[in-house]
């Protein structure tokens, strides 16, 4: 038994661990399922509260599907309790954790995880996120009455091409707004979203406005404060949410406490930010236009979270409402030398968030491994770059694709085999929550990275990308523009205005692509709410099962054609005279054959999904 894989499968969703918000001292029951062939006897969950190993042994539940069901008692001793579980039979042992099934020891860090945190709101679940920068979304007509601040580059929407990297691109000025946002929501509406999310709106000193000048007021050339109640009204009115973005690293060189601070060393502002004793001080990544803030500061902690009228707590309230924040460099922020403020700044913003609002949400920017910053009572989800946007990217890259870097790392992007991109997601995934792994963001790029038609290269391969997004776990976020096949090599070059005046250059095949595929994980409740089950993975498939208590869904992913592949039945697989329909992708139903088996397309790129049950 130690070199066979049982075929075991335990994973957080509410299939496994009915009990999703569990509380301290709470006794939970956990479920394995396992082949009825296979060779075991005994099943043990092992836990470690307080951190001393116990072992519980799990009783069978039930039987049926050719599949017996075990289940145990795990006691919420902590706010994170892990677990494994340990499989005995004639041929030995066999551990089974979240990162898979082992026949040899293996760490504690990838065992599975019950959280007794107070948990992310219910509706980010099933939110699917829209990203929309606001320079280059939609301008409204007011625009054109707006003066043009001195450090902007004026820019016509339809003619001027944007500059991808120089000295003018933060200053390139298309001048949308937030009205502009506001009369494009049938845009959305059609596309299936239903959560806005727009990248900063302060006013600044550039057009990405992650350099605020004042956290007390909305940008006049968006609008300002009533444009942004004004588009809170019609984003909730339509049932939807609205989130923020935050800077919670650094403030503009501009900002009033800065300012502040240069002009006054015995200003209260002072000790907001980190100044040496020359008058020189720590900046984001050297950038000197963007001051580090300093979160060992009680002052920055009572501006930034105490009361209602604080910096995050003021556009929670109405008549602005926001459900939330994404919080920009958060891997970053209180973060310096010797500082280790990071996740005690977390805890204490999501904690000012939900105390103004209890259903907000608050997610962090994280590029790269996230893993140690969740399921710490703070931050409640990531942008899931490292488990999902370059695994994908990897996997699906176009063959002449010619980057300079692969979000941010030098040597381009590497192309790499299913067998490498599963080996990466389950690695990240495997060291969080399945809580937190849900409630983090999926994307495709953002206005931080190329464009996914870029990279990938054609709509077939997009397409797939699109589906991969749509139905895995976790919260699909689309980045304004992918859904019509904009391009772009670099975040600054894909901050290309939408060309609304001129439909003609819309990939409109994509765009019903992206509808129908956000449509399909809105419709089923297992792409929102259930478990996942790898199935097969070869350089160029991927195949994985989606399943619930109420349904089950098989995923075929190809980035290339290749020879149809044949799947053993499994569990809730249709019987011999039975079919599984197919949702998405247009492929022919799968009929088993006597032995169960089921035969899946070698046609390729194509994506693919079938109700199984």
């Not at 860090?109 to 929309?132: E, G, M, S």
């Not at 695994?391 to 890259?397: C, D, E, S």
């Amino acid at each position: 038994m130690t070199g066979q894989p049982t075929g075991a499968h335990h994973d957080g969703s509410a299939y496994h661990v009915p009990e999703q918000a569990p509380a301290l001292g709470e006794t939970v029951d956990v479920f394995l399922r396992v082949p009825a062939s296979a060779p075991v006897r005994q099943v043990f969950v092992r836990s470690t509260p307080d951190g001393e190993p116990r072992f519980t042994a799990a009783t069978v539940d039930r039987r049926g599907g050719g599949e017996v069901w075990w289940r145990a008692g795990v006691e919420v001793r902590n706010p994170v309790t892990s677990y494994r579980f340990l499989l005995t039979g004639p041929a030995g042992q066999r551990w089974l954790n979240a990162l898979g099934e082992f026949g040899h020891d293996v760490p504690d860090n990838t065992d599975f995880k019950l959280v007794a945190y107070d948990p992310p709101p219910a509706w980010a679940r099933d939110a699917v996120v829209y990203q929309i920068f606001p320079d280059r979304f939609a301008r409204s007509a007011a625009a054109d009455g707006r003066p043009v601040p001195e450090w902007a580059v004026p820019s016509d929407w339809d003619r001027t091409p944007v500059i991808g990297r120089g000295p003018q691109t933060p200053y390139q000025f298309y001048g949308g707004d937030l009205d502009g946002v506001a009369e494009r929501l049938d845009h959305l509406d059609r596309l299936g979203v239903n959560t806005v999310y727009l990248t900063p709106i302060f006013p600044a000193r550039s057009n990405h406005r992650y350099d605020a000048t004042t956290f007390d007021e909305v940008d006049p050339l968006l609008g300002g404060d009533a444009a942004l109640a004004r588009l809170a009204g019609a984003v909730h009115g339509r049932g939807w949410r609205l989130l923020g973005d935050i800077t919670s690293n650094h403030t503009g060189d501009g900002h009033r406490w800065f300012v502040d601070a240069v002009s006054d060393a015995g200003s209260p502002e002072r000790a907001l930010y980190y100044f040496g004793g020359s008058g020189d001080y720590e900046s984001w990544l050297g950038v000197r236009s963007l001051p580090k803030l300093n979160w060992g500061s009680a002052e920055l902690r009572r501006r930034f979270l105490a009361g209602p009228d604080s910096v995050l707590a003021r556009w929670l309230r109405p008549p602005y409402g926001l459900d939330g924040w994404r919080v920009d460099v958060a891997n970053m922020t209180g973060r310096r030398g010797r500082d280790a403020y990071t996740h005690g700044v977390a805890a204490a913003l999501r904690a000012a968030v939900v105390a103004a609002r209890p259903d907000a949400l608050v997610v962090a920017e994280h590029g790269h491994d996230f893993t140690g910053d969740l399921d710490a009572d703070g931050w409640q989800g990531t942008m899931n770059y490292a488990g999902f946007c370059r695994p994908v990217w990897n996997w699906l890259r176009a063959d002449g694709l010619d980057l300079p870097d692969f979000l941010g790392v030098p040597g381009g992007v590497p192309r790499r085999d299913g067998p490498e991109v599963l080996a990466t997601m389950r690695a990240f995934g495997s060291l969080v929550s399945w809580r937190a792994l849900t409630h983090s963001w999926l994307l495709l790029g953002s206005h931080d990275s190329a464009r996914i038609r870029t990279v990938v290269g054609d709509a077939d391969r997009q397409e797939v990308a699109a589906g991969l997004l749509c139905t895995l776990p976790g919260t699909p976020m689309i980045f304004a523009g992918d859904e019509i096949g904009l391009t772009g090599r670099n975040g600054e070059d894909s901050r290309t205005p939408m060309p609304w005046r001129r439909p003609e250059s819309w990939d409109a095949a994509t765009f019903d692509r992206y509808r129908a595929l956000v449509g399909l994980r809105r419709s089923l409740p297992a792409l929102r709410h259930g478990g996942l089950r790898w199935a097969y993975a070869d350089a160029d498939t991927l195949v994985f099962l989606r399943e619930s208590p109420a349904e089950s869904v098989l995923v075929l992913a190809r980035r290339a054609a290749a020879t149809p592949i044949r799947l053993a039945g499994s569990a809730g697989w249709p019987g011999p005279d039975g079919e599984a329909v197919n949702l998405y992708g247009g492929a022919a139903a799968l009929r088993p054959g006597p032995d169960g088996a089921v035969t899946l397309p070698g046609d390729g790129p194509t994506f693919q999904v079938w109700r199984l049950r």
